[in-house]
Structure formats: C-alpha cells, structure tokens
C-alpha cells in the first residue's frame, strides 16, 4: 500500500490529499489541464516524479504519469442592479456576475420603454457591452447608453454567453429607471421679414 501521494499543478481551487490521494475542491476556471501524480510506498520506492518544469507536463515521451483534467464550465449567474447617473438622453447601466461558471461570460444588455422579460426579440433595443478590463474583483460592472429620450421610463436586463450557456442566461430580474426631462430650451431661428 503507497504511503503518500503527489498531484503537481493542481487547477486553483482544487487540493490533494497527500495520505489518501483524494483531489476535490471546485476549480472557478474551466479549461484543461495536465497534472503530474506521483505515489510513493515505505520502501522508498515511487510511480511518477515530479516534474522539472512546468513546460515538461507538456512534452511528449517523458516519464511523467499525467492526469488529463477537464472542467467544465457551467452557467454563469448574473445579477442586474441599479441603475445610475440617468440624465436626459444618458444613464449608466450596473450589473454583477456572481458566478462566471468558470468561463467569464460576453454580456449584452436588452432595454426599452417595455418590459421585454426574458423574450430578446421583444426588447427594444440589444447591445453587446465591451466590459473588458473593467469587471472590478467582485464581478461587478457598468456599461453607459445613450441615445434616450427624455422624460421616459426604460426598463433593463442582461443576458450573458459563456461556452455553457450557448443559448444565453438571464440576469435575476428586469430593473427600470427614468430620464430627467430636458431642460434645454429649443431656439430656432426665423426669416428676417
């Protein structure tokens, strides 16, 4: 019977049991990855060995025993918060992924002055937002729009894509706000007569 084990370049959020073997814990990336195992026994013998560099997991003909892992995104989970700063044609639209299911997801954002639901060909308007580099730690975001009529209510909603969610998630629920009503006075000019 082996008296320790090995697992090297574990995926995060997984751990090895080094006196059973036993690898659990829940990875937040999906993706593959190749990772090196190594039993040793109290004779001081050994299966596997660790590897010399992590660029060796990825040679062919070594003598690394490898395990293939594989995870698996799952959906993401999506929140629509609050809106903000909403002036006259402009308002700032918040939202927050809480789980990105391991494959952060491409989010668009549906609205109008009716409530579309969770039906996309209902909605007024769709854009896909670029929110690259913006995401703050706790998957929050913001994604401004423009173009809006004053003195009007607009509802809002995500629906987010990752490689789980082909067909798409919805956020939790549908949020609304209002556009100031302008105060900008129109002046037109008149023939001189």
Excluded: C, H
Aim: hydrophobic letters at 35%.
């Amino acid at each position: 019977g082996p008296d320790g084990y090995a697992a090297f370049y574990l995926p995060e959020g997984l751990d090895v049991d080094l006196d059973t073997g036993m690898v659990t814990g829940i990875p937040p990336t999906a993706g593959d990855f190749r990772v090196p195992l190594m039993v040793t026994y109290p004779d001081g013998t050994s299966i596997g060995r660790p590897p010399s560099s992590p660029e060796e997991v990825y040679e062919e003909g070594t003598d690394l025993i490898v395990l293939e892992l594989t995870v698996v995104a799952t959906d993401p989970v999506i929140l629509t918060k609050d809106a903000t700063g909403a002036a006259a044609t402009t308002a700032t639209l918040n939202g927050q992924v809480t789980d990105s299911g391991g494959d952060f997801p491409n989010i668009f954002a549906y609205y109008g002055q009716s409530d579309g639901g969770s039906d996309p060909s209902a909605w007024d308007t769709i854009e896909q937002l670029d929110i690259a580099g913006t995401v703050a730690e706790d998957g929050s975001f913001a994604a401004g729009i423009g173009n809006l009529e004053p003195g009007k209510t607009y509802y809002y909603r995500f629906l987010g894509f990752n490689s789980s969610a082909t067909a798409g998630v919805w956020s939790d629920v549908v949020k609304s706000f209002d556009t100031l009503t302008s105060i900008n006075p129109v002046v037109g000019n008149l023939p001189a007569g």
